[in-house]
Structures are given as C-alpha cells and as structure tokens.
C-alpha cells in the first residue's frame, strides 16, 4: 500500500495567515485527494489534485481559499488562506490506488486557528 | 448515485465480547465496500474492502465484514472485542466502473469498556 507522509503534523496559526500543508506519497499515484474533518466526525472532501491541471473543487470549496499545486504524481499542497477559527480543523491528504482498487490516506496536519 | 448509512453514532461493548458496527450502502450497479478506522489523533487506517469473491471478507486487527447483496449491508464484525479496539469506523462505498471518489459514512465510535 501507499505510505503517504503529511508535514505540518499540526499547527497553531493567526486569523488572516495562511499555512500550506504538504503530502508526499512514496509511489506515483494518479489520483489525490485532499480532505477536511471536524475532530470525531466524517470527512468532507474539498478537492482532487489533478497532475498538471488545475484541482476539482467540491461544493463549497474555492481556489481562492484553498489553493492546490500537483506538481507531480507523488506531491500535492494544499494552502489554507486567509484563515479564520472557522478553519480548524484535521486535513487529510489521501491517494487512490488503482492496483488495488482502495483508497489510502495520510496522518493529517491538525490546524488551529486563534 | 452513491450513499452510505452508519445508523449508530455509538456502540458499546464489553471487552471480550463480539462487537458489530452497522453499515448499508447504496449504489446503481455493484459496489466496492470499505471499512476505515481512526484512532485519537490519527488518520484513517485502511482496514478491509469487498470488490468481488467471497462475501465474508477477512482484514486487519481480526476484524471481518460480510458482504449481504439483499440487504444491501457491510456490517463490521469482531468475535472478540479488545480495549484497543476503541476508536472511530467509516464505512464507505464506491460504485464499480463509476467515479473513483468514494463517498464516507458518517462514522461510528466504538466504545470497549474493560
């Protein structure tokens, strides 16, 4: 399986800074998602990273506030921009691989924002 | 479209007792089935998956799941709960040949009591 690595493990950030997170995979991986999770509840997606084009954002979620970068297919960023303590949260990266037709994911960065 | 239900939010359970943590699906065509878990401060963990064969489907931790097409449901399953097993379960689904995203249950907190 994928070994997926996140830094930051966790922050601690200022309203109106911006923290990017980073994740590195150690296989090239097609797809990579990038994920948000209020602690002890369920995820919700803000977008796939897409290699070489610009990411797919969910509902809800905009480029302007969450800018991603797929350089290549075992890195992404994800910046939180402009944050607010509404932006809190747990932020997973994670991978789908295709051999094995299952989805993997990173430790995640803890972000609290004062 | 595709959905998942967790219809508990909380399952308690004596050490050394079975446990059982709820899942029903919904799909157009055949499913791929998931099960995650997620101890205090950490990631999702990859626990088992049903793509095809054999409905019973064995994983890590001792933990099985039993694919029941009729009833459209993936209930997680341990013979013998431990302490450790303490923690939260995501159920999720995928539609085969459909969008590689798949979408997560709501999650359960297993509570092993000693």
């Known amino acids: 399986s994928a070994v997926i690595s996140q830094k930051p493990s966790r922050d601690i950030c200022q309203r109106g800074t911006s923290l990017t997170i980073q994740c590195q995979v150690d296989?090239?991986?097609?797809?990579m998602f990038w994920y948000r999770q209020q602690p002890g509840q369920s995820l919700t997606l803000i977008a796939t990273?897409?290699?070489?084009?610009?990411?797919?954002?969910e509902s809800g979620f905009v480029i302007d506030k969450f800018p991603i970068s797929r350089p290549n297919l075992t890195f992404s960023t994800l910046t939180v921009s402009n944050m607010s303590p509404e932006d809190s949260s747990i932020y997973l990266c994670?991978?789908?691989?295709?051999?094995?037709?299952?989805?993997?994911f990173g430790p995640g960065t803890r972000l609290l924002v004062l | 479209a595709q959905s998942v239900a967790q219809p508990e939010d909380q399952v308690n359970v004596a050490e050394g007792n079975p446990l059982t943590v709820k899942c029903t699906y919904s799909?157009?065509?055949?499913?791929?089935l998931f099960w995650y878990v997620q101890y205090p401060n950490r990631g999702l963990q990859f626990l088992l998956k049903?793509?095809?064969?054999?409905?019973l489907v064995k994983g890590s931790y001792g933990f099985e799941a039993e694919f029941n097409k009729s009833q459209t449901s993936f209930h997680l399953k341990k013979p013998s709960a431990l302490v450790s097993d303490s923690a939260l379960y995501f159920c999720?689904?995928?539609?085969?040949?459909?969008?590689?995203?798949?979408?997560f249950g709501r999650g359960t907190s297993l509570i092993v009591h000693p």
């Open positions: 994670s991978v789908w691989e295709t051999d094995q037709e299952t989805q993997y």
């Open positions: 296989s090239q991986v097609t797809m």
């Open positions: 990273a897409n290699q070489g084009s610009e990411a797919t954002y």
């Open positions: 799909v157009s065509g055949n499913p791929y």
């Open positions: 049903y793509i095809t064969g054999d409905n």
């Open positions: 999720a689904v995928r539609e085969k040949g459909g969008s590689y995203i798949p979408t």
